[in-house]
């Protein structure tokens, strides 16, 4: 079973630049399809960008082109590079497997917190 680890979370300024990483132990983490995925306050948690095993990225239409989503399997790392940040991204980040047929996912980390404020 893998074990994920988010950080790199923090408070920004609308307009700036987090960059998030998704720590990988116990697992043969190049397998998987992954995912990044968020919860704001009161809403339901939501894919935000995916990547599959071999490095095809999706990102959904809210991030695309200020978000991008990569993988280094030797690290057993994933990324998600979020620039021109908007109060709206604020959310809880967590990374798991990206959306499956069976609906099979990692027990989910801690996540990494992001707000988006001035």
């Known amino acids: 079973q893998v074990q994920l680890v988010e950080s790199g979370g923090g408070l920004v300024q609308p307009g700036g630049s987090l960059r998030l990483s998704c720590a990988a132990s116990?697992?043969?983490?190049?397998?998987?399809?992954m995912g990044w995925y968020r919860q704001a306050p009161g809403k339901q948690r939501e894919l935000v960008a995916s990547i599959s095993s071999y490095g095809t990225t999706n990102h959904v239409d809210s991030v695309k082109g200020r978000f991008t989503i990569s993988r280094d399997s030797a690290k057993k790392t994933m990324y998600l590079q979020m620039n021109s940040l908007k109060p709206e991204d604020t959310a809880v980040y967590y990374c798991?497997?990206?959306?499956?047929?069976?609906?099979?996912?990692?027990?989910w980390g801690q996540g990494t917190q992001v707000t988006v404020s001035s």
């Open positions: 116990g697992g043969i983490f190049s397998l998987y399809a």
């Open positions: 798991n497997k990206a959306p499956n047929r069976l609906g099979d996912l990692f027990d």
